[in-house]
């Protein structure tokens, strides 16, 4: 009876594979697992060479993979290359390539690539926003300042399996240089063919663990699983969406409805609540960055350095983090934050006064400059759409009022914002800075004179200069140390730029997603990750 009951039931099920054809065209797929990510910012471009936002990095160091990455604590850990040596004089770095690493298009990736890639980084032609932090490299400054052709960089490819990377001096932190997106390889092959459009879906060939999927401005990027990635078959989650929107609280409210798995940063005002209501997705870590105004020091009255002083004097910052950031930022009386690598910061010397004494020396440094009840200061605050920035504008420009000072918030979205401090159409401007590395010199550079991208307060310093030229050439860690903090001091002195808080960073994280680790540098990695089935 029961091998009648299932010969029966195997002539049925032929019967139906005949009809509807194999079995597993009848058996219902896996769903396709998606991240999907508020990431807060519309990111510029995806071109690695050009880019210089944290919005943009969190997509392209998932799209490209560059000689090293970053682990999941946030230290540095092989990528591209599954090893490498160094000289005794510690200017030579070869890099052994894995010989199973191709492009999304399936084609190997090369040392050629990285010559290529560095080569076109540092080519003025380029017009990079990040070629400075690629300066340690032999003849580096000199390429991008159009001093050297290209092919005399200090990069060489030693066959297809190995590059050579040559400095101008030790550089102890160049394998973490190279982890930052302006080390990341482009496809010649792609880029040459289509010019500006290789960024276009389909046309963009990349290395990482995911490729480009779609792009629709002012609504998403999506990513996608990169088949041909050399790691691919541990690659768990399919693809992940991007989010640009700037609407914070907005954007708070599609993650409590299920529209996000994360949220890249949060309304201030909310954290109260998240901390009472969502502890184990709230995620708030020390992060390595800096909150702080460019000054236009070119244009009045922001050439005036009595003037600068007297504004960073009079900031109230223990009130603005505990009451209107109030996520554990630390106010910032200098540049470099602690614990900051081989580095003792240096602070302003003003920074013990009271905040009565502070803000009775600020309004004799404006009188002396010339403001006063007769002749108040006025200028233009500008800041990119977020909830968080109005905030602290806000308050800043109540603090700036006790001294007669009247202030007028202008308010653009982020790209508006970052072209014009690019090109100086601002007095007063808010701006970031997320170290690339664990050194004060991934913050001091930007105040060099030839920092031309990011030195938005056009800050130029022979001294200044001078320090940091001598540090980036001084082996010895002590001599080195020695010679940014003078230079720190400097930039204190002069307050280009008023730093007002050191940062946090803020993200809200679904329970579902697994393998999230916070890091200095609030680094992930999709390939890390995978999502739980809820």
């Known amino acids: 009876m029961a091998h009648s009951t299932i010969r029966r039931a195997a002539q049925v099920l032929a019967a139906a594979v005949v009809m509807v054809g194999p079995i597993s065209a009848i058996m219902p797929a896996a769903a396709e697992k998606v991240l999907r990510i508020a990431n807060m910012a519309e990111p510029e471009t995806l071109d690695p060479h050009k880019s210089s936002t944290v919005d943009a990095s969190n ?5 490209f993979e560059g000689l090293m990455v970053l682990d999941p604590s946030g230290n540095v850990a092989p990528g591209v290359a599954e090893s490498f040596s160094i000289s005794e004089d510690g200017l030579t770095y070869s890099f052994r390539l894995r010989s199973n690493a191709k492009w999304s298009n399936g084609e190997p990736v090369t040392a050629y690539d990285f010559v290529y890639s560095l080569r076109r980084i ?18 580096a400054q000199e390429v991008n300042t159009g001093k050297a052709a290209p092919t005399e960089l200090g990069v060489a490819a030693s066959g297809p399996g190995t590059v050579e990377i040559t400095l101008k001096a030790p550089t102890p932190y160049f394998l973490q240089l190279l982890t930052h997106t302006s080390a990341l390889p482009v496809n010649e092959r792609a880029v040459t063919r289509f010019g500006d ?54 954007v708070l409210k599609r993650y409590r409805a299920g529209e996000f798995d994360v949220l890249r940063d949060l309304p201030n005002d909310q954290l109260a609540w998240l901390r009472q209501n969502m502890p184990q997705e709230l995620h708030i870590a020390p992060y390595a960055g800096v909150y702080f105004y460019a000054l ?15 504004l960073s004097m009079a900031i109230n910052r223990e009130i603005l983090v505990e009451k209107i950031t109030a996520a554990g930022e630390l106010p ?31 309004q004799k ?23 968080n920035h109005k905030r602290i504008a806000i308050a800043l420009a109540a603090m700036w009022k006790k001294l007669n000072v009247s202030v007028e918030l202008v308010n653009t979205e982020w ?26 010199q991934s913050y001091l550079f930007l105040l060099q004179t030839s920092t031309r991208q990011q030195n938005y307060s056009r800050f130029s310093n022979p001294e200044y200069d001078r320090l940091m030229d001598e540090a980036s050439v001084t082996a010895d860690a002590g001599k080195r140390a020695a010679l940014l903090e003078q230079a720190e001091g400097i930039l204190l002195e002069e307050m280009p730029v008023i730093p007002i808080y050191f940062y946090v960073s803020k993200n809200l ?24 089935e809820q």
């Not at 540092?122 to 003849?139: C, G, R």
């Not at 914002?417 to 701006?431: A, K, P, V």
């Open 59 to 63: 997509i392209l160091r998932n799209l």
């Open 122 to 139: 540092e080519d003025p032609k380029t017009h990079s926003q990040y070629a400075e932090v690629l300066y340690p490299i032999k003849n």
């Open 197 to 250: 459009e290789w960024l276009k879906p389909g046309n963009m060939a990349s290395n990482g663990a995911y490729m480009l999927g779609d792009v629709k401005p002012n609504s998403h990027v999506r990513i996608v699983k990169n088949p041909n990635y050399w790691d691919a078959a541990k690659i768990t989650i399919d693809a992940a969406v991007f989010d640009p929107s700037e609407d914070r609280a907005g």
């Open 296 to 310: 236009n020091t070119t244009k009045p009255p922001f050439n005036d350095k009595r003037v600068r002083l007297a």
């Open 332 to 362: 910032a009386y200098g540049f470099v934050p602690d614990g900051t690598a081989n580095y003792t910061p240096r602070r302003a010397p003003w920074r013990t006064m009271s905040q009565a004494q502070r803000e009775t020396a600020a």
């Open 365 to 387: 440094l404006l009188s002396e400059a010339g403001y006063g009840p007769n002749k108040p200061l006025r200028f233009e605050l500008a800041y990119n759409t977020s909830e």
């Open 415 to 440: 790209k508006v914002h970052l072209s014009n401090m690019r090109i100086g159409n601002f007095q007063m401007g808010r701006e970031g800075w997320i170290a690339d590395y664990n050194d004060a």
């Open 509 to 532: 994280v679904s329970t579902k997603v697994k393998g999230w680790q916070d890091n200095p540098l609030d680094a992930e990695y999709l390939r890390n990750l995978s999502l739980a």
